[in-house]
């Protein structure tokens, strides 16, 4: 594999003292010599230049995750680590690269006090509970395990008086009724056991326990996230069969009258959720337009867009949009709509609407017909016009109806019985499909509220999860699931499927300093903030800032953003008529199960990985061995206890850690 070198030239507002401390960085990194190293890093922060700040810290990661630099006149140069072909030194180097930032974060003060106050004794309903009341015994596990003397599926029901799990959904305001600890924090601190780093998404968010009632304060087995899903996934969107060019080729093969029918009522429901009051009172829409659309009206549309933009960017404030707590409140969604931001992308939705509209009028206007849906896919224009009907399509289901699973995994002892794989199958049972409606069935979409003025509501059944690998080589937890129909009384099995590898992009391998140093350079320049982190202003923000400034910088973006941790992307269709209910064509979801109201589902599951998975590793001595090695006695040396990175703590943190 030849090794590729790229550029880093010194910010371009830097003095020639700057220009030559971070040349005298770039030498002192591509030698082993750790105080020359410290010294170089030190004069560049000290010269207080935020783009040499941000530069230094960058190059400090790049070389720390294995990237060479040399120095050619003056000119730093960086090339990526080639790649590495034994999957468990590339999953040690991706492990390495995860807990940087894990320690990171697991260094903030606020932090620690968040661990050490869960592992603090406290006296709830007669006993002392804490934390390490919620992990199971390694010891007492593995003697119950040898315990059992099964033969056949028909002593199978014998373990569930060892291991007995259930779910439960995570809610602010609740707490445990073992413990009297707040689920969100009971969720939150096993979440620091992770190798990576825990970071809240933007969206939609629900928590899960996985917990056992078969032993003493019913301890956790492992935990779950469903997330709102990555808007973009070319894997995940070839395998529905929504990408466009797929979506246009089936079409055309079978244009139906129920397709077209779907279009032009597509294209109504859009129009209808736009709210345009003060675009026909500015003169800007006037109800006829629809009927026949002209050019003159849409470039219109369009300037008005870009006028608005270019206000929201000059003076905008983030406390103007605050969340719409009252889901109900018209006039806070009317003034939402109203704003700079949000005026912008209505007149850009109307201005599209008109053109897919004044595109598919010779065809299938004023009756939609299968003749017309043919003619419209020989026409560019009118192809493109579907293909923005579909666009609407996907973004309304992307953010309901599918979810990605962000968290997933079994913590100790119970990942030694490949408990993982029982949490991410009762991740997608039915009784967590049943727990999503319930959420999110009332609950008003940001944005499609902002852009129409008054509440709206979308579909919230759950159809399809999507999840990735933690790494992209070796063994994954979501390896060989598959829920037989039979287990869940269904016509078809619920399978966790293969449909590629991500594209190792992202600002994961960034620290937290170069993150902060990026943005601070962004929100620096001359033309004001091009990101302001507004919820509606586009997808993942402190992406888009650390691209900025990347460009600032005039380093290579794309280069420098693919962090090299490939992972395996799985998809989980719960549904047999997953397209068509998407695209909204068809109005129910048909489950590949009964969704009955009872947590039998749970038990169903529960008693399908015992009988694949959970027995026949609980008869491995070495498994046995691994799960006895979780031991509660003081000091806890467990492996569900949260490591904390060496650091030298507060007056009394250590004696509060070592209370067990």
Same mark, same amino acid.
């Given at each position: 594999?030849?090794?590729?070198?790229?550029?880093?030239?010194?910010?371009?507002?830097?003095?020639?003292?700057?220009?030559?401390?971070?040349?005298?960085?770039?030498?002192?990194?591509?030698?082993?010599?750790?105080?020359?190293?410290?010294?170089?890093?030190?004069?560049?922060?000290?010269?207080?230049?935020?783009?040499?700040?941000?530069?230094?810290?960058?190059?400090?990661?790049?070389?720390?995750?294995?990237?060479?630099?040399?120095?050619?006149?003056?000119?730093?140069?960086?090339?990526?680590?080639?790649?590495?072909?034994?999957?468990?030194?590339?999953?040690?180097?991706?492990?390495?690269?995860?807990?940087?930032?894990?320690?990171?974060?697991?260094?903030?003060?606020?932090?620690?006090?968040?661990?050490?106050?869960?592992?603090?004794?406290?006296?709830?309903?007669?006993?002392?509970?804490?934390?390490?009341?919620?992990?199971?015994?390694?010891?007492?596990?593995?003697?119950?395990?040898?315990?059992?003397?099964?033969?056949?599926?028909?002593?199978?029901?014998?373990?569930?008086?060892?291991?007995?799990?259930?779910?439960?959904?995570?809610?602010?305001?609740?707490?445990?009724?073992?413990?009297?600890?707040?689920?969100?924090?009971?969720?939150?601190?096993?979440?620091?056991?992770?190798?990576?780093?825990?970071?809240?998404?933007?969206?939609?968010?629900?928590?899960?326990?996985?917990?056992?009632?078969?032993?003493?304060?019913?301890?956790?087995?492992?935990?779950?996230?469903?997330?709102?899903?990555?808007?973009?996934?070319?894997?995940?969107?070839?395998?529905?069969?929504?990408?466009?060019?797929?979506?246009?080729?089936?079409?055309?093969?079978?244009?139906?009258?129920?397709?077209?029918?779907?279009?032009?009522?597509?294209?109504?429901?859009?129009?209808?959720?736009?709210?345009?009051?003060?675009?026909?009172?500015?003169?800007?829409?006037?109800?006829?337009?629809?009927?026949?659309?002209?050019?003159?009206?849409?470039?219109?549309?369009?300037?008005?867009?870009?006028?608005?933009?270019?206000?929201?960017?000059?003076?905008?404030?983030?406390?103007?949009?605050?969340?719409?707590?009252?889901? $109900?409140?018209?006039?806070?969604?009317?003034?939402?709509?109203?704003?700079?931001?949000?005026?912008?992308?209505?007149?850009?939705?109307?201005?599209?609407?008109?053109?897919?509209?004044?595109?598919?009028?010779?065809?299938?206007?004023?009756?939609?017909?299968?003749?017309?849906?043919?003619?419209?896919?020989?026409?560019?224009?009118?192809?493109?016009?579907?293909?923005?009907?579909?666009?609407?399509?996907?973004?309304?289901?992307?953010?309901?109806?599918?979810?990605?699973?962000?968290?997933?995994?079994?913590?100790?002892?119970?990942?030694?019985?490949?408990?993982?794989?029982?949490?991410?199958?009762?991740?997608?049972?039915?009784?967590?499909?049943?727990?999503?409606?319930?959420?999110?069935?009332?609950?008003?979409?940001?944005?499609?509220?902002?852009?129409?003025?008054?509440?709206?509501?979308?579909?919230?059944?759950?159809?399809?999860?999507?999840?990735?690998?933690?790494?992209?080589?070796?063994?994954?937890?979501?390896?060989?699931?598959?829920?037989?129909?039979?287990?869940?009384?269904?016509?078809?099995?619920?399978?966790?499927?293969?449909?590629?590898?991500?594209?190792?992009?992202?600002?994961?391998?960034?620290?937290?300093?170069?993150?902060?140093?990026?943005?601070?350079?962004?929100?620096?320049?001359?033309?004001?903030?091009?990101?302001?982190?507004?919820?509606?202003?586009?997808?993942?923000?402190?992406?888009?800032?650390?691209?900025?400034?990347?460009?600032?910088?005039?380093?290579?973006? $794309?280069?420098?953003?693919?962090?090299?941790?490939?992972?395996?992307?799985?998809?989980?269709?719960?549904?047999?008529?997953?397209?068509?209910?998407?695209?909204?064509?068809?109005?129910?979801?048909?489950?590949?199960?009964?969704?009955?109201?009872?947590?039998?589902?749970?038990?169903?599951?529960?008693?399908?990985?015992?009988?694949?998975?959970?027995?026949?590793?609980?008869?491995?001595?070495?498994?046995?061995?691994?799960?006895?090695?979780?031991?509660?006695?003081?000091?806890?040396?467990?492996?569900?206890?949260?490591?904390?990175?060496?650091?030298?703590?507060?007056?009394?943190?250590?004696?509060?850690?070592?209370?067990?």
């Amino acid at each position: 594999m030849i090794e590729m070198w790229y550029s880093l030239p010194c910010p371009p507002e830097c003095q020639p003292a700057e220009r030559r401390a971070f040349a005298a960085l770039g030498r002192a990194l591509a030698t082993d010599d750790a105080s020359a190293r410290q010294a170089a890093r030190a004069r560049c922060l000290a010269k207080d230049n935020a783009a040499l700040t941000a530069a230094t810290h960058v190059l400090l990661d790049l070389a720390g995750q294995g990237w060479n630099v040399r120095v050619d006149d003056h000119e730093v140069a960086i090339a990526p680590p080639l790649g590495v072909a034994d999957p468990v030194e590339e999953k040690s180097r991706v492990r390495r690269q995860e807990l940087i930032k894990r320690d990171e974060q697991l260094s903030i003060p606020s932090v620690r006090r968040f661990i050490a106050a869960m592992e603090k004794p406290r006296e709830f309903e007669g006993k002392f509970v804490s934390i390490f009341s919620l992990m199971r015994d390694g010891k007492e596990l593995s003697t119950a395990l040898q315990a059992l003397e099964i033969d056949g599926d028909a002593d199978l029901a014998r373990l569930r008086g060892v291991i007995d799990p259930y779910v439960q959904v995570v809610s602010s305001s609740e707490r445990c009724m073992q413990t009297g600890l707040r689920l969100m924090d009971i969720w939150r601190y096993f979440r620091h056991t992770w190798s990576n780093q825990y970071t809240s998404t933007p969206g939609r968010t629900m928590m899960i326990l996985i917990r056992d009632r078969a032993a003493p304060f019913h301890p956790v087995i492992g935990i779950a996230a469903l997330g709102s899903a990555v808007v973009q996934l070319a894997e995940r969107d070839d395998w529905i069969g929504w990408q466009p060019a797929v979506f246009l080729e089936n079409l055309r093969a079978a244009p139906t009258l129920r397709m077209a029918r779907w279009i032009t009522a597509r294209l109504q429901t859009a129009l209808e959720e736009l709210h345009v009051d003060d675009l026909i009172k500015d003169g800007l829409y006037w109800p006829s337009l629809w009927e026949n659309p002209t050019t003159d009206a849409i470039e219109r549309l369009l300037k008005e867009a870009e006028t608005r933009r270019r206000d929201h960017h000059r003076f905008v404030k983030a406390t103007d949009f605050k969340r719409v707590h009252d889901a $109900d409140d018209v006039q806070s969604w009317r003034r939402r709509a109203e704003s700079d931001l949000f005026r912008s992308k209505r007149c850009l939705a109307l201005a599209d609407l008109l053109s897919a509209r004044q595109a598919l009028a010779p065809y299938l206007y004023p009756k939609a017909s299968r003749t017309g849906l043919s003619g419209a896919l020989d026409s560019p224009k009118a192809r493109r016009a579907i293909m923005s009907v579909l666009r609407r399509a996907k973004a309304d289901a992307v953010g309901t109806e599918i979810a990605d699973l962000t968290v997933c995994g079994a913590v100790a002892p119970y990942n030694a019985l490949l408990g993982g794989k029982l949490v991410s199958m009762l991740a997608v049972s039915p009784t967590v499909v049943r727990a999503y409606h319930r959420r999110y069935s009332t609950y008003a979409s940001e944005i499609a509220s902002s852009m129409a003025g008054r509440p709206i509501r979308r579909r919230s059944n759950l159809v399809f999860v999507g999840t990735t690998s933690l790494y992209g080589s070796g063994a994954s937890q979501y390896n060989r699931i598959r829920i037989p129909p039979e287990v869940l009384g269904g016509l078809s099995p619920i399978e966790f499927r293969q449909l590629g590898r991500s594209k190792s992009f992202g600002t994961s391998h960034l620290s937290a300093e170069s993150v902060r140093a990026l943005v601070r350079l962004a929100e620096q320049t001359a033309r004001g903030a091009r990101v302001n982190s507004i919820f509606g202003e586009g997808v993942n923000p402190k992406f888009r800032k650390v691209r900025h400034g990347f460009d600032l910088l005039q380093w290579p973006s $794309d280069t420098l953003l693919q962090h090299g941790r490939q992972r395996i992307i799985y998809g989980i269709s719960l549904v047999d008529n997953l397209l068509p209910y998407l695209l909204g064509s068809d109005a129910e979801p048909s489950y590949k199960f009964h969704r009955r109201k009872s947590t039998a589902d749970v038990d169903a599951i529960s008693a399908w990985w015992m009988r694949r998975w959970c027995h026949p590793r609980s008869k491995s001595p070495a498994v046995l061995e691994a799960v006895t090695a979780h031991r509660l006695t003081r000091p806890v040396r467990h492996g569900a206890r949260v490591t904390l990175p060496d650091l030298p703590m507060a007056a009394g943190e250590h004696e509060q850690l070592e209370l067990y």
